[in-house]
Nanobody
Framework: VQLQASGGGLVQAGGSLRLSCAAS????????MAWFRQAPGKERELVAS????????YYADSVKGRFTISRVNEKNTVYLQMNSLKPEDTAVYYC?????????????????WGQGTQVTVSS
């Protein structure tokens, strides 16, 4: 599967952005999906993940209550709605796919990655 992330940009603290990740192929619904982010000088970290149906989700503590991951299998797309953005959310955001139905918290279990989209939050 090939992934194309979009929707990043520059926003003021407290603002919102919605990231999208479009996937190629006909078997999108057989993949669990996730959003990771990587800030300069830091390791890539899991932000949120979602199972194949959208019925189960996971969020990092740092974004819980502010970010929402969702997917529309008919459109081969996963979204990350980001509200109440903070300067510490500044990073390159990557979508990732795992060829399994359930959620995983482990970066190494995601075999497919998009190219990343920059999110910059100004104070």
């Amino acid at each position: 599967v090939q992934l194309q992330a979009s929707g990043g940009g520059l926003v003021q603290a407290g603002g919102s952005l919605r990231l999208s990740c479009a996937a190629s192929g006909r078997t999108f619904s057989s993949y669990s999906m996730a959003w990771f982010r990587q800030a300069p000088g830091k390791e890539r970290e899991l932000v949120a993940s979602i199972n194949w149906s959208g019925g189960s989700t996971y969020y990092a503590d740092s974004v819980k209550g502010r970010f929402t991951i969702s997917r529309v299998n008919e459109k081969n797309t996963v979204y990350l709605q980001m509200n109440s953005l903070k300067p510490e959310d500044t990073a390159v955001y990557y979508c990732a796919a795992r060829s399994a139905y359930g959620i995983s918290y482990l970066r190494d279990e995601y075999a497919y990655w998009g190219q990343g989209t920059q999110v910059t939050v100004s104070s």
